[in-house]
């Protein structure tokens, strides 16, 4: 099994009004083709732990390390462009650009990036909305989709340049419970047979049950690597 990221001894603290420690001495291992989840009450930590492991947060210590890349102490450029290449994001709100087609938003990662040409990076547009069940949809307005539609475009969005790594923050908190399941076997479809890596941090616990592995945090401290038989 080869390990996509590792988390060691990670603590972070914040200043502003008083010192205060968010997170305390973090580590574990992330394996290739996993389904992560991350539980646990709001201000536990959870979403702080999700935004150093996406590189957006470098005010911590400890180390963090991506594909055998200690990542720690990167400048934000090599950063930004460690994000570009190895890391999609999807969030609870799709942050869509709702005057541009489906087919531009997923486009435009891969456009910033520049590897491929424009025609190129359509194509692969129009396979990773294939994949989300949307390609029928590729020219209509981000505006003009159920809001299940427009998370399945941001999924898309996230795949476009062939991530290591899918971060999710509350990916399914906006949605109701048929969009939840759609969104969740999608996320079990691309682990299983395209071998994508994803961390998702959720308020659902039937959401991270189902997951291939739930860490549930407390106090800023991971409590327990493995729910499934007690959530």
């Not at 001495?25 to 930590?45: A, H, R």
């Not at 039937?206 to 800023?220: C, L, N, V, Y």
């Amino acid at each position: 099994m080869e390990t996509i990221l590792h988390a060691k001894n990670i603590n972070k603290f914040f200043h502003d009004p008083v010192d205060f420690q968010v997170l305390k001495d973090i580590s574990f291992d992330v394996i290739k083709g996993e389904f992560l989840t991350i539980i646990g009450k709001s201000g536990c930590g959870k979403s702080t732990l999700l935004y150093i492991l996406s590189t957006m947060d470098t005010e911590y210590s400890g180390n963090l390390t991506i594909h055998n890349e200690l990542v720690t102490g990167y400048k934000q450029d090599k950063l930004a462009a460690i994000r570009n290449n190895k890391i999609g994001f999807v969030f609870q709100f799709h942050y869509l650009l709702s005057e541009f087609s489906c087919l531009k938003n997923v486009m435009i990662p891969a456009l910033k990036l520049g590897k491929f040409s424009t025609e190129e990076i359509e194509a692969k547009a129009y396979e990773k909305l294939d994949i989300l069940g949307l390609k029928d949809q590729a020219l209509k307005p981000a505006s003009k989709l159920s809001g299940g539609q427009q998370q399945r475009v941001a999924i898309a969005r996230a795949l476009i340049n062939d991530p290591l790594i899918i971060i999710c923050d509350e990916p399914t908190g906006n949605l109701d419970t048929k969009n939840t399941e759609i969104i969740f076997d999608i996320f079990k479809e691309l682990t299983q047979y395209q071998g994508q890596t994803i961390i998702a941090v959720t308020h659902d616990n039937d959401f991270a049950k189902a997951s291939d592995r739930t860490i549930e945090m407390q106090d800023g401290k991971i409590i327990n690597w493995d729910l499934k038989e007690t959530i």
